[in-house]
């Protein structure tokens, strides 16, 4: 697989999107019918008063979608943070640096959508060379592809960069004594095992639980939160926003932080459906939720 990456990674972006439309989407569409029980499934309960033809022509553009993020991924192994400049557009990155030195940091909590991947080097936008940006993550099962993600986030964002999620609490009280000024990228919608679930509520038309990490960090080590709000421009070029959540986490009350992270994540996904993660299988733990098999 990282000798198909590096190959693949040597041809211009739009050759690979090429790829994308001629050989990768048919695969995965067509022939290996990747998840497609479970997109639809998801679509379907997502969005009960659309007829057949506009769920599935959602879950075509979908499918294209994940194609063109698969090969943007690729492509950004060897995409200089200039290359990745022209792609990933910040509106108010002088908002999150404000707030970073009112609160000595800020947590980004984002969703899977559009090309979660492809967040571009904060360091290089801030005007402030000290500020940190750092990224939680879950460690891959295959080794080789956990170790090429971490290389491409380290890329991004710098050497160390990335925080595995089991080691995420040490990490953030030694930043706290040494006075780093810093953001967190959390990405916030995954699916909840029961055990873990710390607020529930309606989101795309389901009962759904949330993972609290990003509201429990923000209040403990009282940072500011924001929503990434991440758009499609075009092929090949999105436009983030930094949608401010509260700049004062410990006079919120408990979820408080969690749905307004719910209800945006949700208004992202709303103003194009095509561009979120709908292979996921986000509500896999939810009681009375019929199996995709039965569909």
Request: net charge positive.
């Amino acid at each position: 697989m990282e000798l198909t990456v590096k190959i693949l990674s040597l041809l211009p972006l739009k050759a690979l999107y090429v790829l994308s439309d001629c050989i990768l989407y048919p695969i995965i569409y067509h022939i290996v019918r990747y998840r497609r029980k479970i997109v639809r499934l998801n679509l379907t309960n997502a969005f009960p008063t659309y007829a057949k033809k506009q769920i599935k022509s959602i879950e075509k553009g979908y499918y294209h979608h994940l194609s063109d993020v698969i090969m943007e991924i690729i492509w950004s192994y060897r995409a200089t943070v200039e290359d990745l400049e022209k792609h990933y557009l910040i509106t108010n990155i002088e908002d999150c640096e404000k707030w970073v030195h009112e609160k000595g940091g800020v947590v980004f909590m984002l969703g899977h959508i559009c090309n979660w991947e492809w967040l571009p080097e904060m360091q290089k936008r801030f005007k402030d060379p000290a500020i940190q940006h750092y990224n939680v993550y879950r460690r891959q099962k295959n080794a080789t592809a956990d170790r090429l993600l971490v290389e491409l986030r380290d890329k991004r964002s710098g050497k160390g960069s990335c925080i595995e999620k089991n080691t995420l609490l040490r990490r953030m009280v030694a930043l706290k004594q040494s006075g780093q000024l810093y953001t967190l990228g959390l990405v916030s919608d995954q699916k909840v095992q029961p055990q873990n679930a710390y607020h529930s509520t309606l989101f795309l038309n389901q009962k759904t639980t949330f993972l609290g990490g990003g509201e429990i960090l923000s209040k403990k080590f009282d940072k500011a939160v924001t929503y990434l709000y991440i758009e499609k421009l075009k092929r090949g070029t999105y436009r983030m926003t930094f949608d401010l959540i509260t700049l004062d986490p410990q006079n919120t009350d408990k979820g408080e932080i969690t749905e307004q992270f719910a209800r945006r994540l949700e208004s992202n996904i709303l103003a194009d459906p095509t561009q979120w993660l709908w292979s996921h299988n986000r509500w896999k733990f939810d009681n009375n939720r019929p199996s995709p098999d039965k569909q």
